[in-house]
């Protein structure tokens, strides 16, 4: 069975800095990729990071620069390092996962949310001015 259990978020102010972590369990981190999303009020779900099963990693243009999506593979944790955060960063963050299919590359993964399967209940991050 397939977990994921983000934590890590909270409110800081606009510059400062907080890592999410997403602890999971229930697959080989090989055979999946897994991503970041977001979602504030009245907005829809957005692809902030994800990474490949051999580490490739892509951004949205809004955090690129300012977040770094990375892995322990040997304590099953993927991480969400954000920097000089603002206050337009303020959302519920959630991890996600999906098997990579035959077809797709270790390089591939996606921000696209309707290609998840797996999901995380969400950690909170408020960032004021």
């Known amino acids: 069975q397939v977990q994921l259990v983000e934590s890590g978020g909270g409110s800081v102010q606009a510059g400062g800095s907080l890592r999410l972590s997403c602890a999971f369990s229930?697959?080989?981190?090989?055979?999946?990729?897994m991503g970041w999303f977001r979602q504030a009020p009245g907005k829809e779900r957005e692809g902030v990071a994800c990474?490949?099963?051999?580490?490739?990693?892509k951004y949205a243009s809004s955090v690129e620069g300012r977040f770094t999506i990375s892995q322990d593979r040997a304590e099953n944790t993927l991480y969400l390092q954000m920097s000089s955060l603002k206050p337009e960063d303020t959302a519920l963050y959630y991890c996600?996962?999906?098997?990579?299919?035959?077809?797709?590359?270790?390089?591939?993964?996606?921000?696209?949310?309707?290609?998840?399967?797996?999901w995380g209940q969400g950690t909170q991050v408020t960032v004021s001015s």
């Open positions: 996600a996962a999906r098997r990579r299919s035959p077809y797709n590359s270790i390089w591939y993964c996606s921000r696209s949310s309707s290609d998840y399967v797996y």
């Open positions: 990474i490949a099963s051999d580490g490739t990693t």
């Open positions: 229930g697959f080989t981190y090989g055979d999946y990729y």
